[in-house]
C-alpha cells in the first residue's frame, strides 16, 4: 500500500439564510506566536515593565516568554525611565513579593517610588508597607543598588541591607517649608549612597560617609548641638547648603568647613544662609591650600551668609583660580575692594565665564514670611541690605576676569555710568549676557552706550529698571524724586519682589517698613561690629582681623578714593573737600543748576516759592505724625562706630555759605531744579534720622549723578521757631545769569523740631571726637515717607495749612491728581551681535533699533508706560512678545512691525490689558501697505495656554515655504502691496482672500482671521503616508497640525494643494513671500494681569 495521498485543507462553510453555502473568511495569522521565545526576550527589552507584566495573560507562548525574561533580567525600572514619576499603583506587599520572586537575578532596581508607603503591617488587610518591600528586597539574593525616593524606605534599607547602594540621585518628594516634623531620616556612617538631595528634613547630624559625592541640603533642620562633628566626606564633589536651620554659634561650623577642605576634588561650594564664623575660611584655606584644599572649585557661592568676610571669598577665589567657572556673591560682599584686591593679587582666571553680584537667593525673594517668622522656623538671623560696589569697582571686574561671558548684577544702587566700565584694561570683549535688576540709579543714555561699545552682547535681560520718575516732580523743580541709588540702599533685599504685587502699577518699589529707629541703629552696630573694610592691599593683608580694627583712613592715589576701615557698610567715595564740604566757590554749583534744568521746568521764581510750600503740605500728610521719646533718646546715643555730627565745624560752614544759622531745624541749600535721574538738590536730607549719623556724601555735599559738586549747607541748633528760617544762601546755587530767587526759594525744607533736639543733644555728647567724623548713609525721600520721624515742624505744617487755600488751584504737589505726561526715557540699541532683549517692569517708554544687524526677538513684560517702538535697522527680528504693558500704542507698534522689509515671517504675541476694536484693527492690518500674508489670532484662554501660539510658531514658515518655493521655481506671481493697491481696493476684503478659522483649545474658544494662503486646504486634507501619530495634537486640540497628516515640508505640502495652486495661478492671484501672525490672548482685556508662569 503506497502513501496516502496528502489532502488539501477545505475551507469551512456556513448555509446563509438563503440556503447557499458562504465560505467563511479565514480568521488573522497570529505573527507574534510563531516567534521563538529568545526573540520575544530580545523585544521586551524595549517595553516598560509594566506593558511586560500585561503580556502574560495574553497567550501561554507569551506568559512563558516573560517567565523567561524575568529569570534572567539584571536592571529593572519601574518607572520606565521617568524618575520624576511614581511606580505603578495596585502593588500590595504579596504582589510585589511575587514579582521580585521572578527575578533571581535581579542586581539594580530602578524607580522604586512608591505613591504612599505604610510604615507596618496590619493584619488582615492587603496593603504596600515598608516591611513588606524589605521582604521581596531580600528575596533577590544578587541585589546590588535600588534607586527609591522615600525617605522611611530607605532609612530601613540602610538599617536592614546595608549592603545595598542606593542608585541614582537619592531625592525625597515630601520636602517644603516650614519643615514637616514628619519628614526625619538618620544617614549612618557606612550608608552606600552617592548622592543625597534633601529638602524639607528633620537630620539629626551629617557624618562621615566615605562615598558621598553630592550633598544638596535644602530646609534641612540639624537637630543635634553640633551636626558636624564627624562631618568627613573625602570624595565630595558638590556641597549645597541652602537656607537650613542649623545651629546659630558660629563656632560650631568650624568642622563642616575643615571637612570640606578635606575633599580635594570638591567643585561646587554653595553657601546660602549660613552662619559661619567669618575669617575661618580664610584661616582654612591658608592650612590645606597647599594639599589641594579647595582647587578644584569651579563654582563658589556665598549668599546671606551673615559673617562671611571679604578674605573668606577672596582666598577661595584665589585658591581655585586655574579652574573657577561660576562665582555667586552676596551683597554684604559685593565692594569695590574685594575686585581691587583680586587684580593687585595679578592672577589669571582662564574658565572664568558667569559672575553674579549682588546674589540673593530666589526663596529669599519670593517667600511672603517676615524676616521674624524665618527665624522663628530656625534660618539664621541676617538681613543683608544691596551690595555697595561702584562703577569703579565694576571697571576692575573686568580687569580681573577677562573673559567674562555672563553677568548678573541684582540691586547695586551705586552703580550709575555703565559706559565708564569700558577702559582700555577693561573691554569686556567676551560678555555675551547682560542681566541687570533693581539697579535704579544707572543712567538710560550711558547705558545704552555701553551696549554700543560691547563687541560680543547677544541677549540683554533688565528687570525692573529704569524707573519711571513719580509725577509731579518736574512741575515743583525736584530732581527724579524716585530716591535712586540711596533710597535702595537703605531697604532690605528680602522680599523684595512682594513689593511689586500690582506689578501692572510699576510703582517705585517701596520697601517693607523699617524697624523702629532704635532696632536699626542696633542692627547697625553689630554689622559694624562684622564687617570690614577693604583697603587697596592684596588680601593677606587687606582686611583688618576680628581682633584688630583701624580706624585711620587710606588714601588710594589713582582714583581719589578714600576708604573708612572698620566701617563695614561705608561704601568707597571721593575724599576731596571732606574736611569742609560747603566751602566751595558759586561757580560750579551754579554751572550744575544750569545744566540740570530741564526744559520743561522753566518756571517763575514767585512759582517755586508757591511749589516748595505746596511740597511742605505733602511732606504733612505723607509722613508720620511724630516721634516717641525712646527712639528720640535711643537716635541720641552715640553708637559704637557710627561717625559724629560737627558742631562748631558746621555753624562754621553755614556762616561762609551765606546762611543763617537758625534754632530748633536744619536747612540746605541746594539746586532750584535738577534734571530727572540726578541725585542731589532737594533729594537728600543732612541728618539721618534712623542712624543719628550724618549723611553719606560727605556732610552735606550736593553731589549730582555726574560726578559734579557743590555746594550746600547743613544747619542745626537747638530747637526754637522753625520760621525764623530766611534764604539769605538761597543765592549761591543760582545760576549768575537768572534773576534770584525771592522768598525763600532755594532752601531746604525745614526739619522737624523733634529731630533738631536729637541733633543737638548728638553734638554736646560728639564734639570731643569730631576729629573722627565719618559720613554715613542719606536719607532720601523714598525712606522718609515711611520713617517714624516727621520731616516737617508743626508751626511749618501751620503755616502750610493756612496758605494751602490760597494755592490749590495751582496742582503741583506730587499727591494733586496732575494730568500729566508720562517722562519720555528712551532706550536706543545699537549693537552689530546682539539677538534679543528681555524687559520686566521697566520705566522706558520708547525702544529704538537703531542697528541691529542680528536681532531676533523683543519680550517686554509689564512695562507700564512702554508705548513706542521705533526699528531703524533690524532686518531679522521676528518674534515681538508684549504681555501687560498698559500704555502700549498697539497700532504705532504693529504699523513699525509691518513696515519693515518682508525678510523674515515675524510673530507678534500681545496680551492688551483694555479691549480691543477688532473690526478697527483688522482694517488696519489687512488695508494697509503691508507686503505679508496675515493672520490674526483672537485667544480667550484663561489661565492663558500657550498651545496654539508654540503651534502656530511651528508652521507659518511651512505656509511662507510653499509660496516662496512656487515664486522662486514654479513662476508663480508674486504680489505686491503699495501705496496704489491700498487706494485700489478702498473696501472689504481691500484685495485680500480673507476667511476665518474658529474652535476650541482646553474649553477655550478661539478665532483666526486671515489671509493665508494654502491653510484651509492643508487643515481639510487626509493623512498621508508619513503621518506621526506620536504627536498629542491633532484640529480639535489646536488651529492646524501638521505632523498628524504627515505635512512635514513644503514639498510634500505641494502635492496635497495642487488644485488650490491650479487655481490660484488660473485666476492670477498672487501671493506673499512672507507671512505675520497676531497673537492676541484677550485674558488681561478687563485691566488686572492674570498671574502667567510663561512670563
Keep these: 500500500m503506497g502513501p496516502r495521498k496528502k489532502s488539501n485543507k477545505l475551507q469551512p462553510f456556513v448555509v446563509s439564510s438563503g440556503g447557499e453555502l458562504v465560505q467563511r473568511p479565514s480568521e488573522p495569522k497570529d505573527y507574534i506566536n510563531e516567534l521563538s521565545h529568545e526573540v520575544l526576550c530580545h523585544i521586551f527589552r524595549y517595553l516598560p515593565m509594566k506593558d511586560i507584566i500585561c503580556m502574560e495573560c495574553l497567550s501561554r507562548k507569551l506568559r512563558e516568554a516573560v517567565t523567561l525574561y524575568l529569570r534572567v533580567i539584571k536592571v529593572v525600572d519601574l518607572c520606565a525611565g521617568r524618575w520624576w514619576e511614581y511606580m505603578p499603583s495596585g502593588f500590595t506587599d504579596s504582589s510585589f513579593l511575587l514579582l521580585l520572586k521572578k527575578m533571581p537575578d535581579l542586581e539594580q532596581l530602578y524607580g522604586l517610588h512608591p505613591r504612599y508607603l505604610e510604615r507596618r503591617r496590619v493584619r488582615g488587610f492587603e496593603a504596600f508597607s515598608i516591611p513588606g518591600v524589605l521582604e521581596a528586597l531580600q528575596a533577590c539574593p544578587n541585589l546590588l543598588g535600588v534607586e527609591t525616593s522615600h525617605l522611611e524606605l530607605v532609612e530601613a534599607i540602610w538599617n536592614y541591607m546595608p549592603q545595598v547602594h542606593i542608585l541614582g540621585k537619592f531625592r525625597n518628594r515630601n520636602g517644603a517649608f516650614p519643615i514637616p516634623a514628619e519628614n526625619k531620616l538618620t544617614i549612618p556612617i557606612n550608608a552606600k549612597i552617592q548622592t543625597l538631595h534633601l529638602v524639607g528634613v528633620n537630620v539629626p547630624e551629617i557624618p562621615c560617609v566615605s562615598m558621598l559625592r553630592h550633598l544638596y541640603l535644602k530646609w534641612v533642620r540639624l537637630t543635634k548641638p553640633q551636626p558636624f562633628k564627624d562631618f568627613l566626606c573625602v570624595s565630595l564633589r558638590t556641597f549645597v547648603m541652602r537656607n537650613c536651620a542649623g545651629p546659630t554659634n558660629s563656632l560650631k561650623y568650624v568642622p563642616l568647613i575643615t571637612g570640606l577642605a578635606s575633599a580635594r576634588n570638591l567643585e561646587q561650594l554653595e553657601l546660602v544662609r549660613v552662619p559661619f564664623l567669618g575669617g575661618l575660611i580664610q584661616h582654612v584655606v591658608e592650612d590645606s591650600w597647599r594639599s589641594g584644599g579647595f582647587r578644584n572649585l569651579h563654582t563658589i557661592v556665598f549668599g546671606a551668609c551673615k559673617n562671611a568676610l571679604e578674605v573668606d571669598l577672596g582666598y577661595l577665589i584665589i585658591t581655585a583660580a586655574r579652574r573657577l567657572h561660576e562665582l555667586r556673591i552676596q551683597p554684604s560682599l559685593t565692594k569695590d575692594g574685594v575686585f581691587s584686591a583680586l587684580k593687585m593679587a595679578e592672577l589669571e582666571f582662564p574658565q572664568f565665564e558667569t559672575l553674579h553680584l549682588g546674589y540673593v537667593d530666589e526663596f529669599l525673594l519670593q517667600c511672603k514670611m517676615s524676616h521674624s517668622e524665618l527665624v522663628k522656623y530656625g534660618l539664621a538671623d541676617v538681613i543683608e541690605n544691596p551690595g555697595i560696589i561702584t562703577d569703579i569697582g565694576i571697571k576692575v571686574v573686568n580687569e580681573v576676569f577677562t573673559n567674562i561671558k555672563y553677568l548678573l548684577i541684582y540691586n547695586c544702587p551705586h552703580l550709575h555710568n555703565p559706559h565708564h566700565w569700558l577702559t582700555d584694561q577693561s573691554r569686556w570683549s567676551r560678555l555675551v549676557d547682560l542681566t541687570l535688576v533693581r539697579c535704579h540709579a544707572i543712567k538710560l543714555e550711558s547705558f545704552s552706550q555701553f551696549v554700543e561699545l560691547l563687541p560680543s552682547l547677544e541677549f540683554i535681560c533688565l528687570d525692573q529698571m529704569f524707573r519711571e520718575p513719580p509725577k509731579g516732580c518736574a512741575r515743583v523743580g525736584l530732581s527724579a524724586g524716585t530716591g535712586i541709588g540711596v533710597s535702595s540702599a537703605l531697604v532690605s533685599n528680602q522680599n523684595s519682589n512682594n513689593d511689586n504685587d500690582n506689578h501692572h502699577h510699576n510703582e517705585a518699589n517701596m520697601p517693607p517698613a523699617p524697624p523702629p529707629v532704635n532696632n536699626q541703629r ?574
Design 522 to 1095: 542696633r542692627q547697625q552696630q553689630q554689622h559694624d561690629g562684622k564687617s570690614h573694610c577693604p583697603s587697596s592691599h592684596p588680601f593677606s593683608s587687606a582686611y583688618p582681623g576680628p581682633g584688630r580694627r583701624g580706624r585711620s583712613l587710606t588714601y588710594n592715589d589713582q582714583s581719589g578714593v578714600c576708604l573708612f576701615p572698620g566701617k563695614g557698610k561705608t561704601p568707597l567715595r571721593r575724599c576731596n573737600n571732606v574736611a569742609v564740604s560747603v566751602a566751595v566757590s558759586d561757580e560750579p554749583r551754579a554751572h550744575v543748576a544750569e545744566g540740570n534744568c530741564e526744559k520743561s521746568c522753566q518756571v517763575t521764581s514767585e512759582q517755586i516759592k508757591a511749589d516748595m510750600k505746596a511740597a511742605t503740605e505733602s511732606s504733612r500728610r505723607t509722613s508720620s505724625k511724630g516721634i516717641t521719646p525712646e527712639a528720640v533718646k535711643a537716635t541720641a546715643r552715640p553708637g559704637a562706630n557710627s561717625g559724629t555730627s560737627e558742631g562748631t565745624r558746621t555753624a562754621e560752614v553755614a556762616s561762609r555759605a551765606g546762611v543763617r544759622t537758625t534754632t530748633g531745624s536744619m536747612a540746605r541749600v541746594g539746586p532750584p531744579r535738577a534734571t530727572s535721574g540726578h541725585v542731589g538738590g532737594y533729594g537728600r536730607m543732612v541728618m539721618d534720622a534712623t542712624c543719628g549719623t550724618a549723611t553719606d556724601r560727605a556732610a552735606g555735599i550736593g553731589r549730582a549723578n555726574d560726578g559734579t559738586e557743590g555746594p550746600s549747607a547743613s544747619l542745626s541748633s537747638s530747637p526754637a521757631n522753625v520760621d525764623s528760617l530766611e534764604p539769605r544762601g538761597a543765592a549761591v546755587n543760582q545760576d549768575p545769569r537768572r534773576p534770584a530767587p525771592q522768598g525763600g526759594q532755594g532752601e531746604r525744607q525745614p526739619a522737624p523740631s523733634g529731630n533738631a533736639s536729637v541733633i543737638s543733644s548728638g553734638l554736646q555728647q560728639d564734639q570731643a571726637i569730631n576729629d573722627n567724623f565719618v559720613p554715613r548713609r542719606p536719607l532720601t525721600r523714598s525712606c522718609t515717607r515711611m520713617s517714624s520721624v516727621s520731616l516737617v515742624s508743626e508751626t511749618a505744617r501751620s503755616r502750610a495749612a493756612v496758605k494751602r487755600k490760597r494755592m490749590a488751584d495751582k496742582s503741583t504737589s506730587t499727591s494733586d491728581p496732575v494730568t500729566e505726561d508720562d517722562h519720555v526715557q528712551v532706550l536706543s540699541l545699537k549693537s552689530k551681535n546682539l539677538v534679543g532683549i528681555t524687559l520686566t517692569n521697566c520705566g522706558i517708554t520708547d525702544l529704538v533699533l537703531k542697528d541691529c544687524p542680528k536681532m531676533m526677538f523683543i519680550h517686554a513684560t509689564r512695562c507700564r508706560v512702554l508705548k513706542h517702538l521705533r526699528v531703524e535697522s533690524a532686518p531679522i527680528v521676528n518674534r515681538f512678545d508684549y504681555a501687560q504693558c498698559k500704555k502700549l500704542d498697539m497700532e504705532q507698534v504693529l504699523d513699525q512691525i509691518l513696515r519693515m522689509p518682508p525678510e523674515r515671517n515675524r510673530i507678534i504675541y500681545m496680551r492688551p490689558m483694555h479691549q480691543i476694536d477688532s473690526v478697527a484693527l483688522e482694517h488696519q492690518l489687512f488695508q494697509g501697505p503691508y507686503p505679508y500674508h496675515i493672520a490674526i489670532v483672537h485667544e480667550f484662554s484663561n489661565p492663558p495656554n500657550i498651545r496654539n501660539k508654540v503651534r502656530i510658531r511651528s508652521w507659518m514658515d511651512t505656509i511662507a515655504n510653499i509660496s516662496q518655493e512656487l515664486i522662486k521655481y514654479e513662476f508663480f506671481p508674486e504680489a505686491t502691496r503699495t501705496e496704489d493697491d491700498v487706494k485700489k481696493f478702498p473696501k472689504y476684503p481691500w484685495g485680500r482672500d480673507i476667511y476665518t478659522l474658529e474652535g476650541l483649545v482646553d474649553g477655550a474658544p478661539y478665532s483666526m482671521i486671515t489671509d493665508f494662503p494654502w491653510l484651509r486646504t492643508l487643515r481639510a486634507a487626509d493623512p498621508n503616508s508619513y503621518a506621526r501619530y506620536d504627536f498629542e495634537d491633532d484640529e480639535s486640540t489646536t488651529i492646524y497640525a501638521p505632523r498628524r497628516k504627515g505635512q512635514l515640508s513644503a514639498d510634500i505640502c505641494m502635492e496635497t494643494i495642487g488644485e488650490e495652486i491650479s487655481e490660484r495661478r488660473q485666476s492670477k492671484r498672487g501671493v506673499f513671500q512672507r507671512v505675520v501672525v497676531l497673537f492676541l490672548h484677550h485674558c488681561d482685556t478687563p485691566g488686572e494681569p492674570v498671574d502667567d508662569d510663561y512670563i
